[in-house]
């Protein structure tokens, strides 16, 4: 709902809401450098001394700033302010200016960057996904075959999806009867299908299996059909996790979870573990895509938010191909950043 708001807003009166984003601009700088003189504060935001002395005489008659001889100091209602409105800043304005430094730094096909933390704001997550399936929307096309991989962000998708095309076909990227129903990549097939009118394949194939067995299953009609699909599929949507968490996740053996710590992994995708380097140290034998698969697709989307994925992502964008899309938060962008 608020998203919804928040969009007919910025169609009808974009003004509005920029209008606002300055101010809360300058109140977030009095708050961090306080006291502060008019013409300190001009200097910091890149505005003139008479634009500035308007949008102060505003602030302090709505009773958000104090100035007194020793300069501009922020009052408990706009401090109050400021905490108020930082869950829904995200909703409002994504970082740009911080995607257009990482397309620098990176040869990504293209990357998007959210406000915020997704670890403290569950908002940013849902902005993320929102975002995802916005992007994925637009390169949906009629029969488009797409490889989708389990997981909390994945489970959000279908909640945003919007096809304008038929004959969409979601399958599972890989086996995962390890984990939690509701994020295993079947679920989310069903429900992505679900709410495109699409159709739908499901993998049943656990998210460890021995060599002999992996062998035997591949035999199998169902598991030949999405092997076969997951080739010919030309999206890509997943996450990325940290190593650990997942490992706990899918409740693989003591023993692989110390070879995770000794080999210092730090993220993982598709059942690949890799440390800081990129270097895969650790391999699930599961049915399903493999990362070599990856840069043969038209779009890989993938999408990670949080404080405690940073280092995941940072060690993943030394594997990634360069045919991804990548959407993260603010936190993780401006660790990228160093």
Same mark, same amino acid.
């Given at each position: 709902m608020w998203q919804s708001l928040i969009d007919i807003q910025k169609s009808i009166v974009p003004d509005m809401l920029s209008h606002m984003l300055k101010r809360l601009n300058i109140l977030s700088c009095i708050k961090n450098e306080q006291p502060i003189g008019r013409r300190t504060l001009a200097r910091e935001l890149g505005m003139t001394e008479r /634009?500035?002395? $308007?949008? /102060?005489?505003?602030?302090?008659?709505?009773?958000?700033?104090? /100035?007194?001889?020793k300069g501009i100091s922020i009052s408990e209602s706009g401090r109050q302010t400021l905490i108020n409105v930082e869950p829904f800043l995200t909703l409002i304005e994504n970082r740009d200016d911080l995607a257009l430094q990482l397309k620098e730094k990176y040869s990504l096909k293209d990357i998007f960057v959210v406000r915020g933390d997704a670890d403290h704001n569950s908002l940013v997550k849902e902005e993320l996904?929102?975002?995802m399936a916005g992007e994925l929307?637009?390169?949906?096309?009629?029969?488009?075959?797409? &490889?989708?991989?389990?997981? &909390?962000?994945?489970?959000? /998708?279908?909640k945003f999806l919007k096809p304008k095309h038929d004959n969409l076909l979601f399958i599972p990227a890989r086996g995962g009867l390890g984990e939690d129903v509701a994020l295993q990549a079947n679920s989310i097939v069903s429900r992505l299908a679900e709410?495109? &009118?699409?159709?739908?394949?499901?993998?049943?194939?656990?998210?460890?299996? &021995?060599?002999?067995?992996?062998?035997l299953l591949k035999e199998e009609p169902m598991v030949r059909e999405i092997i076969d699909l997951n080739k010919r599929s030309s999206l890509v949507?997943?996450?990325?996790?940290?190593?650990?968490?997942?490992?706990?996740?899918? !409740?693989?053996?003591?023993?692989?979870? $110390?070879?995770?710590? !000794?080999? !210092?992994?730090?993220?993982?995708? =598709?059942? =690949?573990? =890799?440390d800081a380097d990129g270097n895969v140290v650790h391999k699930v034998d599961t049915i399903g895509l493999q990362?070599?698969?990856?840069? !043969?697709?038209? $779009?890989?989307f993938a999408v990670a938010g949080g404080d405690g994925k940073k280092e995941a992502v940072k060690a993943y964008l030394k594997l990634a191909p360069e045919n991804t899309i990548l959407f993260i938060d603010e936190v993780i962008a401006e660790h990228l950043l160093g």
């Amino acid at each position: 709902m608020w998203q919804s708001l928040i969009d007919i807003q910025k169609s009808i009166v974009p003004d509005m809401l920029s209008h606002m984003l300055k101010r809360l601009n300058i109140l977030s700088c009095i708050k961090n450098e306080q006291p502060i003189g008019r013409r300190t504060l001009a200097r910091e935001l890149g505005m003139t001394e008479r /634009v500035l002395r $308007s949008e /102060v005489d505003n602030l302090l008659e709505l009773d958000l700033i104090k /100035v007194e001889s020793k300069g501009i100091s922020i009052s408990e209602s706009g401090r109050q302010t400021l905490i108020n409105v930082e869950p829904f800043l995200t909703l409002i304005e994504n970082r740009d200016d911080l995607a257009l430094q990482l397309k620098e730094k990176y040869s990504l096909k293209d990357i998007f960057v959210v406000r915020g933390d997704a670890d403290h704001n569950s908002l940013v997550k849902e902005e993320l996904v929102r975002l995802m399936a916005g992007e994925l929307t637009a390169n949906l096309l009629n029969g488009t075959i797409v &490889s989708v991989a389990g997981g &909390s962000t994945m489970a959000l /998708v279908s909640k945003f999806l919007k096809p304008k095309h038929d004959n969409l076909l979601f399958i599972p990227a890989r086996g995962g009867l390890g984990e939690d129903v509701a994020l295993q990549a079947n679920s989310i097939v069903s429900r992505l299908a679900e709410a495109t &009118s699409g159709e739908h394949r499901m993998l049943y194939a656990p998210d460890s299996i &021995s060599k002999a067995s992996l062998e035997l299953l591949k035999e199998e009609p169902m598991v030949r059909e999405i092997i076969d699909l997951n080739k010919r599929s030309s999206l890509v949507i997943h996450g990325i996790g940290d190593a650990l968490q997942m490992a706990s996740r899918r !409740n693989v053996t003591p023993d692989v979870i $110390s070879k995770l710590e !000794n080999d !210092n992994a730090v993220g993982e995708v =598709f059942g =690949f573990y =890799f440390d800081a380097d990129g270097n895969v140290v650790h391999k699930v034998d599961t049915i399903g895509l493999q990362l070599a698969d990856l840069k !043969n697709k038209d $779009s890989i989307f993938a999408v990670a938010g949080g404080d405690g994925k940073k280092e995941a992502v940072k060690a993943y964008l030394k594997l990634a191909p360069e045919n991804t899309i990548l959407f993260i938060d603010e936190v993780i962008a401006e660790h990228l950043l160093g």
